[in-house]
């Protein structure tokens, strides 16, 4: 097998990995090699430098230190470094939902015209839940308090946060119980900084439960918000075609690429590329137009809500440089490689920074402002098509591959396209799972790594899943993985898919793995979980469906957020590498079997994707058993 094909198991990929050897430009699976052996404290989480007495680091063989110079033990550190993950991935997504929420606000008093209400039916019944009266109130001052109420609750010292009685009164009687029910997310966040200052929470436990609670906060905290008042602002996704791949960019049009999260600028940045004036500029600079694409989660974004092209996931954001054919990249915040600056050097591709919170040094900064965003999002475009004549035609090489897929699925869409537009019912799903045609439902998620082959993990554990009649629901970077390899094409129902889900995707035409949206749209997992429960027959928790969930090629910290908040929420989760726990016998023993009886959930560790499949599976089997369901209809595998 080649350099390249073991890297990426997607055919574009291999290419331009090929064509950055070729160049002797050195990009991310180079970095990753020339990083090797990574540190094993680090890897352990046995490294602790939280405070001036230290770095610290326990010996894992039993020979060295045991103790840090405070007399931390290998127990306190791993789980104080975990919790800070949890803290900083929760914040992360917490604060892509300030920034909506505050968006909504200016919208609602007037002060950000490219924005309004466009969904006016979903912000009634958000406004319903925060118990904001709707009597002769017109939308956008529904907006305002919507909005106004959004943001207390990042500020909120007591109490609880208001989705939270969006779950199962079983599973929220539980976390109240256990003490992790959040009150304010910046609350969580600040005390998670607290605990683990030098000389605070010892007690692993203890720190890992406050995790739960941290993550619950961003689950159906700060993670929910960014979605619903997403959806009040720029309409909720409906099941919409669309292509994905790096064979998305074209030759002679002008290429924009919109890479990092948050749907504030990338919505109007739509919009904006429609404009005559530019799209006549781009022609009169040679170009047959403009062509915008996404990147990672702002793909999915533009993706779900206009069907707009893909370009890539995670590992790919390089390998769009190096087509030679982007003029531009603008990027927000997550998961931008500091990277991109150096390579775009290389070509002529121009990037551009927008948010306050993230510049990179010597790129220029366009600050984005939700007031002007569409002039914003029109400067921007404009330095694209100026910047189309500087494109060198010789150095353009532009991978074939696109494929084909449906995304748009929501929680309140998947019950009117499986149930009828007159039966608006989760009925169908919960009798395809009592009945044996479905085994249940699985949500695979999360970023690349190059600590894996790309896209390997997701493809090959989803295939695994449907043929098992797991419909499997995916989101952020795993959602790209799987489209590019043709999994969200209804037609792939026929060819992978094992025959109960075969028989209700053909019925309903659906594909078998339901692109669900980006990172903070996790959130949709929770309710499409909480709404199967509330239709009956699977049990009163969560704890109790038969639905598991995964992130097989998971990178950043808030993939561990959102490990957590499905833990907490009682769904067993697998990983693939493992998170950095296993320096302390004890945390991993907590989280991969103790917290089950606690709260329902719990991880696994399991590198090799059908090994974590089959994990899945029997635990859905197990929760299957619990409910003495039906066997399955039919054996599959
Ligand atoms: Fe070392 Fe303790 Fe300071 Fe950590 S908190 S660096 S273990 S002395
Ligand atoms: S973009 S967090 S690499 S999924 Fe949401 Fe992809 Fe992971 Fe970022």
Known sequence: MSDAKQKSV??????????????NIKIVWDRYDTMQPQCGFGQLGICCRICNMGPCRIDPFGEGPQKGVCGASADTIVARNLLRMIATGAAAHSDH????????????????????VNNPVRLREIATLYGIKLDGKKDLEIAGEVALKALSEFGQQEGELRFISRAPKKTQDLWRKLGVTPRGIDREIVECMHRTHMGVDNDYKNIIMHGLRTALSDGWGGSMIATELSDILFGAPNPIKSKVNLGVLKE?????VVHGHEPTLSDVVVQAAEDAELIKLAKKNGAEGINIVGMCCTANEMLMRHGIHSAGNFLQQELAILTGSVELMMVDVQCIMPALAELANCFHTELITTSPKAKFPGVTHIGFDEKRAMEISKTIIKRAVENFKNRRKERVVIPQETMDLVAGFTAEDIPY???????????????????????????????NNPNVRHDFG??????????????VVVTGCSAIANAKMGLLKPEAAL??????LREICEAVGIPPVLHVGSCVDNSRILIACSKIVEEGGLGESLSDLPVAGAAPEWMSEKAISIGFYFVASGVFTVFGTPQPVLGSQKVTDFITKDLENIVGGK????VDPIKAAHLMIAHIDKKRQGLKLKPMMYQNG
């Open 603 to 606: 991880f696994a560790f399991e």
């Open 417 to 447: 396209i499986i149930g009828g537009k007159y039966r608006s019912t989760w009925k169908p799903v919960n009798e395809g799972i009592i009945s044996g045609r479905l085994r249940g439902v699985a949500g695979v998620v999360g970023c």
């Open 97 to 116: 939902g300030r920034d909506i929420a505050e968006a909504l606000l200016l919208a609602a008093e007037g002060k950000a015209h490219d924005y309004g």
């Open 458 to 471: 997701h493809t090959e554990m989803v295939k695994e899943l449907i043929k098992n009649d797991v419909l």
């Open 495 to 500: 060819k992978f898919a094992g025959n109960g």
């Open 252 to 256: 002679n049009y002008v290429n924009v």
């Open 10 to 23: 997607d055919v574009a990929s291999q290419q331009m990995i090929e064509q950055a050897e070729a160049q």
